[in-house]
């Protein structure tokens, strides 16, 4: 090891390096150094998650848990380890990586430290059982109480953009969809759904994969249409049911309790057996006739005013919303909305997501309450 060796002349004049520690020690120092650099990883991660459990939520029963992890890396984080610590010949501290510089909001943030005390936790795992089989066993369960912290917390951050989105972007098949979510998630748009009911399923799956990283790095909820097996596949925040697929409490065997689940509902008894079953949020309407939902009846504005007046979670007026017709919608109770076309064939779809958003926002947002 550099700099452990000194110099033994009595070898009849040649000069030899004779190393302190046997091959033994050497591993065993280098054990050492490993645990010491992941143990000071885990528990920094695990700091920057607190703080943000802290601050962020004011959320004390998650703050506690970071902190009695932290506690408990502690107490494994021994003399013996800090004192094989060598910063100074570590190679590890100039490699850097374009993704480590750069955080475009909380949720990518907490994420990449989830990442970083996982990772971790996995390395202490492992090499811990070379200086403690307990070792091994205590890392393993921590790791899977960080997993459980981890869904918990991003259920959380995923509820509660929910409770603040105003605008629902449904999409439908275009050359450009790519660039046009962008640009509307430049606008201002926290809520995306992809739906397309005609490609085959290797290209949804490869148009889902692009569409939640651009969700990912604009802080937004991506949701799949129908598909919770692609929603599965994708890491999608959730997914969209209609009245004709998987009953919602089947869905949420397969999605767990963290990810979202929205149905759509044409009338109040479908909007009561909705909220029965657990759905996180529904769709009203169509408010409009739309060729979106081909030949199904409008809905029409009573129903808007129905789900103004009774409905307690998260709704969203949708079919044949656009820039003409959005006031008479939220003259109807609604305060929020899911618009297909307005955005998808606008020609400057970043424009028409900020007017529908100035639009919005004008009007005062409660779950199942009207503003009216």
Not at 63 to 73: G, M, N, S, V
Request: charged residues 25%.
């Amino acid at each position: 090891m550099k700099g452990a060796g000194c110099y033994d002349e009595s070898t009849n004049g040649v000069v030899v390096m004779v190393d302190p520690y046997s091959q033994t020690e050497q591993i065993q120092q280098v054990v050492y150094r490993i645990l010491d650099a992941n143990l000071d990883r885990a528990r920094e991660g695990l700091r920057i998650i607190e703080e943000w459990c802290r601050f962020g939520l004011n959320n004390a029963q998650w703050a506690l848990e970071c902190k009695k992890e932290r506690q408990e890396i502690a107490k494994w984080h021994t003399s013996e380890m800090r004192a094989a610590r060598n910063t100074l010949d570590d190679p590890g501290t100039e490699l850097t990586h374009p993704q480590e510089e750069k955080r475009t909001n909380i949720k990518s943030l907490l994420q990449a430290n989830f990442c970083r005390v996982q990772e971790a936790l996995r390395v202490v795992e492992e090499y811990g059982k070379l200086y403690n089989p307990n070792m091994g066993k205590a890392f393993k369960q921590m790791r899977y109480r960080v997993y459980s912290l981890e869904s918990n917390l991003m259920g959380y951050h995923r509820h509660q953009l929910l409770l603040r989105s105003r605008l629902y972007l449904v999409t439908s098949p275009s050359e450009k969809l790519l660039e046009i979510v962008e640009a509307a998630l430049k606008g201002g748009l926290t809520l995306l759904q992809y739906r397309n009911k005609t490609a085959d399923d290797s290209f949804r799956l490869e148009q889902a994969k692009k569409l939640r990283q651009l969700c990912y790095l604009y802080g937004a909820i991506f949701i799949v249409n129908d598909r919770v097996d692609l929603a599965l596949a994708v890491d999608a925040d959730g997914v969209h049911l209609g009245q004709q697929d998987l009953p919602i409490a089947i869905a949420r065997q397969l999605v767990g309790p963290q990810r979202l689940i929205g149905t759509s509902t044409t009338n109040s008894q479908e909007m009561q057996q909705a909220i029965a079953d657990g759905a996180d949020y529904i769709g009203v309407g169509p408010v409009y006739e739309t060729p979106t939902k081909a030949g199904k009846a409008a809905a029409g504005l009573e129903y808007v005013s129905y789900a103004a007046k009774n409905c307690p979670i998260p709704w969203f007026a949708i079919g044949g919303i656009d820039p003409n017709n959005i006031n008479d919608v939220l003259d109807a109770g609604a305060n929020r909305v899911a618009v297909v076309r307005s955005i998808i064939e606008a020609e400057q779809p970043t424009l028409v997501t900020q007017y529908f958003l100035s639009q919005l926002n004008r009007v005062q947002l409660e779950p199942g309450k009207s503003h009216v």
